[in-house]
C-alpha cells in the first residue's frame, strides 16, 4: 500500500499494470476492502476465455462479480479505441487507480528476455502514465501455499515526461520483476494471455565451402 497511497498523494492518478493471471478480481477486492475506488481498463472479451461462447455466455458472471468492487469499467475497443483512452486519462486527471491488464492485444509491443523466450510487453500503460503525469506500478497477485492472497506493488516505473524514455528498459523491468513469481506460481500464470515469442536467433556466419580434394 505505500507505494500506491504515496502515488495518490502525487495527485496525478496511478496505473495498476497487472499481470494475466486469474487472481486478478482479488485485487478488486483488496483496493474495495482499502477504501480505494478505482476503475479498469478492459476489452469487451475480458473473462475466462475470448472465445466467442465464453465472451456471450460465461464471462458475463465474472465481469458481474467484478463489477461489486469497481468505480468504473472502462471498455477499449480496436474500433475506437481514442474514445476509452480519453476516458482513462480524465480519470487518471481526477486521481484515480486505474488496473490495466498485461496482454498481447496491444498496437505497439516492445520484447524483453522472458527466461528462454521473449515477453512481448504493451506500451500503452507507459504512454499513459508519461502523458498524464500518472505514476506506473507493477501489481502482482498470486495465491501462496497457505491459500491467502499475496499483493505485491512494486515500486514506481520510471516514466518521468522531463526524462528519456526507454520502452525496452522499462519492458525489461517489468520481465525482470513477473519472471520468477511466474516460474514459482506456473498453475496461477495466465500463459495464454500474454505474448511470448520464441527468441530470435542470432544470424550465422557465411556458410565455408569445402576445398577440393587432393588425392595421394
Known sequence: ????????????????????????????????????????????????????????????????????????????????????????????????????????????????????????????PINLARTFGATLLPVFVFRADDGCYEITVEPPLPTDPAADLDYRAIAQNFATLLEPLALRHPDQFGWETVGLVATPQAPKGPRREPGPRSSS
Open 1 to 124: 500500500m505505500e507505494h500506491l497511497t504515496r502515488a495518490l498523494e502525487l495527485g496525478s492518478g496511478a496505473i495498476l499494470w497487472m499481470t494475466g493471471v486469474y487472481t486478478t478480481p482479488i485485487l478488486h477486492i483488496a483496493l474495495w476492502r482499502a477504501g480505494i475506488a478505482h476503475c479498469v481498463l478492459a476489452r469487451p472479451e475480458h473473462g475466462f476465455s475470448t472465445s466467442p461462447f465464453f465472451i456471450r455466455f460465461i464471462n458475463p458472471f465474472w465481469i458481474k462479480v467484478e463489477a461489486r468492487y469497481l468505480a468504473e469499467r472502462i471498455l477499449i475497443t480496436d474500433d475506437d479505441p481514442g474514445r476509452a483512452l480519453l476516458f482513462t486519462g480524465e480519470r487518471l486527471k481526477s486521481n484515480r487507480a486505474i488496473c490495466i491488464a498485461l496482454g498481447r492485444q496491444a498496437w505497439k509491443l516492445v520484447p524483453a528476455p522472458f527466461r528462454d523466450v521473449e515477453l512481448q510487453v504493451p506500451t500503452g
